[in-house]
C-alpha cells in the first residue's frame, strides 16, 4: 500500500515551514509570501517526494474547481443508456483522459436549449464547475448557449460547428464517410446512399440534411439507407420493418452489435475529439490560458473501414 506524503514530510526536506509549504502547494501564496525561488524549491521537493495534492482542497482555497461539465443533449429519450454508445464514448474516455489531469467529469443530459443553458448557468454561478464541454442543440440557430459563454468568458469548448466564430470549438468532417457510403450504395446497384437520423425537434426521422424522411422513400427502392449507431437502427427496423432489405448499419469498430443486416464499420472520431478538447480545457481551467485558435476540424479516417455482410 502506497503511503501519502503529508505536509510535515515535505517541510522536514525541503527545511521550510509547514505553513509555507502548505501556501504554495494549495496555491495560497497570497497569504504567505515567499520568492518564486523558493517557491519552486517546495515544490520540486514535493514531487520528489511523490506529492499528491487534494485538488478538492485547493478548489476550496483557490476557487478553481477541478471539475468541468460534460454537456450532451439527450439523443434517445427512453432507450438504455447501454445502447448510447455516443454518450458512453465521450463519458467514459473523456472521464479518463481528464482524470489523469487531475480534472473530474460531471455529466448532466439536457433536452432543450434552455434546459442546457440553465444547467451550466446554475453550475458555474455556484463555483461547482470551472469549464465545460458541450454538444449543440442545433447546428442552424444562434442558441442562447452562445450569448452565455460570450458574455461570461467561462473555459467551454463547443463539439460541433457553432453558428459563432468567438466561441472554441471541435468539429469532426464526415464528408468522406458521406463519399464511401455513396460509393458502397452505387456497387449494391442503387443510385443513393443516405444517412437517417432521429430528429427530437420533431420526432421524427430524417436525411442527415435534416430533409425529411417518409415510407415513400422506401418504396422507391433507388436509395440504401444507413442507420448510423445500433440505437437509430433498431428504431428504424421497429417503426418502418418494410426498410431492412435496404438498410446498413454503420457503427464504430468497438461498438458493433451482429444484426443480421450488412454493415460498416469505422473508427470513431470521438477519442480525438476528447483528446483535443483536454488539450484545450485544462490549461484555460487552470491558468486562464484562452486558445488563440476557436474553430478546430478532425477529418474523419477510412484506413480501418470493415465492412460486414451477413
Request: aromatic share 10%.
Amino acid at each position: 500500500m502506497v503511503r501519502k506524503v503529508s505536509l510535515k514530510q515535505i517541510s522536514r526536506e525541503c527545511g521550510f515551514s509547514v505553513s509555507l509549504v502548505s501556501a504554495v502547494l494549495s496555491g495560497r501564496q497570497g497569504v504567505n509570501r515567499c520568492s518564486g525561488e523558493t517557491s519552486s524549491k517546495i515544490k520540486e521537493c514535493a514531487r520528489k517526494l511523490g506529492y499528491t495534492p487534494n485538488r478538492l482542497a485547493q478548489a476550496v482555497v483557490t476557487g478553481k474547481s477541478p471539475i468541468i461539465l460534460l454537456s450532451l443533449r439527450e439523443e434517445a429519450p427512453g432507450e438504455p443508456e447501454i445502447l448510447n454508445f455516443y454518450l458512453n464514448d465521450l463519458l467514459i474516455g473523456g472521464s479518463r483522459r481528464f482524470a489523469a489531469e487531475g480534472i473530474y467529469m460531471l455529466y448532466m443530459p439536457y433536452r432543450t436549449e434552455y434546459e442546457q443553458v440553465e444547467q451550466i448557468r446554475t453550475l458555474a454561478s455556484s463555483g461547482i464547475i470551472s469549464g465545460v464541454i458541450a454538444n449543440i442543440y442545433s447546428s442552424t440557430k444562434d442558441l442562447p448557449l452562445y450569448g452565455y459563454l460570450e458574455e461570461t468568458q467561462l473555459p467551454a469548448v463547443i463539439l460541433g460547428f457553432p453558428e459563432s466564430d468567438r466561441l472554441v470549438s471541435i468539429g469532426i468532417d464526415n464528408s468522406p464517410i458521406d463519399r464511401y457510403i455513396q460509393h458502397f450504395a452505387e456497387t449494391k446497384g442503387f443510385s443513393r446512399g443516405r444517412q437517417l437520423m432521429f430528429n427530437l425537434c420533431s420526432g421524427t426521422f430524417c436525411y442527415g440534411d435534416r430533409s425529411p424522411f417518409s415510407r415513400e422513400d422506401i418504396k422507391n427502392q433507388d436509395t440504401l439507407f444507413f442507420a448510423p449507431g445500433f440505437s437509430c437502427y433498431r428504431n428504424l427496423v421497429k417503426h418502418f420493418p418494410e426498410i431492412l432489405p435496404h438498410l446498413v448499419l454503420l457503427e464504430d469498430t468497438r461498438f458493433y452489435i451482429q444484426t443480421g443486416s450488412p454493415a460498416i464499420l469505422i473508427p470513431s472520431a470521438n477519442p480525438q475529439a476528447m483528446e483535443l478538447a483536454c488539450e484545450l480545457l485544462v490549461p484555460w481551467c487552470r491558468d486562464g490560458r484562452e486558445p488563440e485558435q476557436k474553430t478546430h476540424i478532425i477529418h474523419r479516417s477510412l484506413e480501418h473501414v470493415q465492412i460486414i455482410q451477413p
